[in-house]
């Protein structure tokens, strides 16, 4: 799954905006997916692009396999995602961070 499939998803189970109508709840007999479900997916997904990475590189070191592009490439999707999962950490830390310092 490359970030912008891993970005949509985030994007359906993120909440509404303020002044937009709330979504529909889901359909009797489909299951909700839950935002944690959502992240630990995206998290083994991120894991699995930078063990394929480092294993194309594997392979191009030992002599298996001579396309450079194709290790440039992956190295490129693992770099990518592993980018965009930290800018989502942080922007859940920052999120954290007001709620925990709101005067209640």
Known sequence: ???????????ATS?????????APAAAGTPATSF?????KN???????????DQKLDDFVTGRS?????????????SMAFNMLTQIRNKLQDAYDEVKNLRV
């Open 1 to 11: 799954m490359d970030a912008l499939t891993a970005l949509k998803n985030l994007q």
């Open 15 to 23: 909440p509404t905006a303020p002044g937009t109508p709330a979504a």
């Open 36 to 40: 944690k479900d959502v992240l630990m």
């Open 43 to 53: 998290l083994g997904e991120v894991n699995d692009l930078q063990q394929a990475a």
């Open 66 to 78: 001579n396309n450079m592009g194709e290790i440039i490439s992956a190295s490129q999707k693992a």
